[in-house]
């Protein structure tokens, strides 16, 4: 049986690799040919590219092992019972879980691995691409900055910052809205800036500045008081701005567990939003593992006419879990479910009835 084993993980790894080069390479392709274009039309230099591409590798790695994962399964499983094999050690007296042992412990490897890179590496990763893209790649060789539009964050001191566009080279926010709430969440203050500059000295300077003080019914009490150029609240610094781009995606597990502390007097909807996507980081991981449990069983079909069939069967209930990982998440930051819930159902379905179908086969 240890032979047997040997030779299943030695044909799911080898056919894991092949699967993940494949899919990074006609992604990559699929990705350049939506701007093509623009890389002839600006002259967009090679090592821009290759720039590019080298820091989306890790986000495009994470999010092909669990398709990496699957059609590997699948394949080794369903040549093995194209070939009578599956039938032979079930016959024998051995369970199917003897067989799939050494794939799961693979795929679980790899589902720690996931998050490691995912947590680690992907926010900074992510972040570099998205410039570069940004700078280089749809804009050109025009010498244009980018920009990062409609940013609307819950900041320190319990304020909502809104600015119509951020840009990171000037280090100047444009439109500038603050509201500044109380501990019940009422806003209490509101401030308009027709510009704000990060001064060298550590803090924002706004420019054509209005301040509006706001009375329990929300009406504005008094004159407004009006500025040329006055300090302002915010205590985010570029960086902030610029780095975490208060995109749950950006962030990893630490980072976004730390942005909620910062939001505890937040709104609720907002809170639950990001508590999702807090739990969702833990439970994305093991995406491979319940692909793998749920796509085996289906595409086990002996005879070698049935063979391609199977395999089809196997992937499409396996990609079934996608939809439902969707809804489940929806559900969680509408309110319906439980955070938790929302990030773990999806798994919890499918990881019960791959389970169940695999017992069966057995």
């Known amino acids: 049986m240890r032979i047997l084993e040997k030779y299943v993980t030695k044909s799911f790894i080898g056919a894991f690799f092949l699967c993940i080069t494949l899919l990074m390479v006609l992604g990559v392709i699929g990705d350049i040919l ?18 590019f591409y080298f820091y989306l590798a890790p986000f495009a790695f994470v999010n092909m092992i669990p398709f990496a994962c699957l059609l590997s399964a699948v394949y080794v499983f369903n040549t093995l019972s194209k070939n009578h094999e599956v039938t032979a ?25 996931t998050f490691i890179v995912n947590d680690r590496v992907v926010p ?3 972040r570099k691409a998205t410039r570069i893209r940004q700078e280089e790649l749809e804009q050109g060789n025009e010498g244009k900055g980018y920009e990062l539009s409609d940013l609307a964050v819950y900041g320190r001191g ?16 444009n439109d500038v809205i603050i509201h500044k709430q109380d501990a019940d969440h009422n806003v209490v ?11 060298e000295k550590g803090y924002w300077s706004g420019e054509d500045v209005i301040m509006f003080r706001v009375d329990a019914e929300g009406d504005f009490a008094g004159d407004p008081e009006v500025f040329e150029k006055k300090k302002l609240s915010i205590k985010e610094t570029p960086k902030d701005f610029q780095d975490n781009q208060w995109d749950p995606r950006f962030m990893s597990f630490g980072q976004l567990a730390r942005y909620l502390k910062v939001l505890k007097v937040g709104s609720y909807s907002t809170i639950r ?18 692909t793998v449990l749920v796509g085996v069983p289906f595409s086990i079909e002996t005879g070698r006419a049935s063979a391609l069939i199977g395999m089809a069967k196997g992937m499409t209930v396996a990609i079934m879990y996608l939809p439902v990982m969707a809804v489940c998440l929806a559900l969680g930051k509408g309110g319906v479910l439980p955070p938790v819930a929302a990030a773990w159902l999806s798994n919890v379905i499918f990881a019960g009835v791959g389970i169940y179908f695999i017992n069966r086969k057995s």
């Open 34 to 51: 939506g701007f093509l274009d623009d890389i002839f039309k600006h002259g967009i230099p090679l090592p821009s590219i290759l720039a």
């Open 89 to 113: 050690v079930v016959a024998s007296g051995l369970s199917l879980w003897k067989l799939l042992r050494p794939i799961l412990f693979v795929t679980f490897v790899l589902c720690l691995f």
């Open 124 to 126: 900074e990763t992510m």
């Open 158 to 173: 319990d304020q909502i910052i809104y600015a119509k566009n951020y840009l990171p080279k000037a280090r100047q926010l």
């Open 189 to 199: 203050e509101k401030v308009n800036a027709r510009l704000a500059k990060w001064n």
């Open 273 to 290: 939003r990001l508590l999702v996507d807090l739990n969702y980081k833990l439970a994305f991981p093991f995406t491979a593992m319940i």
